[in-house]
């Protein structure tokens, strides 16, 4: 749907992001365009840029970047309009893998975060239509909004703007409702014009990631680990057969763990 949506996600995108910013409330750092400093860097190639390098980052860059990292990874280019830039959008925020898997979550497909045709079928028989997805992709995007529960970079101090930017809404009453996130992907899916947002309170360009897991402190790594110490412990003794048996199973739990780490490590919670 790129020809079509992308253009128009990406301005709307980008009036929800606004230009610099570095504030003790956006889990991000250094923003602007909605382009993080990790994210600069990682698409320079680079270890790190330093702030000033992310205040100067071009709209030409930013553009080069969604259209690169963010716009495929969310989906974009396989979901239907409206509901592709309701993708984007929650992508851009919260990462793409995380928009994906809530999506897939609403759809009832295994949560993966990788958008394929499991996922658009899914999509494409979801009950009510395309307007129905798109009204309970919004709503399940504020209900991860609100689970992120820091009150230093949460939904605590940053749930106001992240409401109106989705939902146009303010909660205080005192901005005019506005069409969100989910009104312009609903005027895009009856092929209406959309309207760039005013600028949301602080908050709403803010970066909805949570912390990331230390795959180390999980139980499904630590056991098979710690199990691989002590089988041979256990199965010490006398002859060969007792010593090739310990050998296997500790490959065994030594596998499990590794695949355990893989999974956890790649998977924010």
Request: net charge positive; aromatic share 8%.
């Amino acid at each position: 749907m790129a020809r079509e949506t992308l253009p128009r996600a990406l301005e709307l995108m980008f009036g929800h992001e606004g230009g610099y910013s570095n504030v003790k409330t956006d889990s991000g750092g250094p923003t602007k365009y909605g382009v993080t400093h990790k994210t600069l860097a990682a698409h320079r190639g680079v270890k790190s840029v330093t702030a000033g390098e992310v205040k100067a980052l071009t709209l030409k860059e930013a553009e080069d970047i969604y259209r690169k990292g963010y716009w495929t990874q969310s989906g974009g280019d396989l979901l239907p309009v409206g509901l592709d830039y309701a993708a984007f959008d929650f992508g851009v925020n919260s990462g793409p893998a995380r928009a994906v898997k809530v999506l897939q979550a609403l759809v009832g497909v295994v949560p993966d975060g990788n958008a394929g045709p499991q996922t658009l079928a899914a999509v494409e028989a979801y009950p009510g239509g395309a307007a129905r997805i798109i009204i309970d992709y919004c709503q399940a995007r504020m209900d991860f909004l609100r689970s992120l529960k820091n009150p230093k970079t949460g939904f605590p101090v940053n749930g106001r703007g992240w409401t109106i930017r989705v939902t146009g809404v303010d909660p205080k009453g005192q901005w005019k409702e506005q069409p969100g996130v989910r009104g312009n992907a609903l005027a895009m899916l009856e092929h209406q014009p959309v309207k760039t947002p005013a600028v949301a309170p602080a908050g709403g360009d803010a970066k909805a990631i949570p912390a990331p897991v230390n795959p180390w402190t999980k139980p499904e790594v630590i056991l098979p680990g710690a199990g691989a110490i002590l089988t041979p412990a256990v199965l010490s003794g006398s002859g060969p057969v007792q010593w090739a048996l310990g050998v296997v199973l500790v490959v065994a739990v030594l596998i499990g763990a590794f695949y355990a780490f893989k999974r956890i490590a790649g998977t924010p919670t």
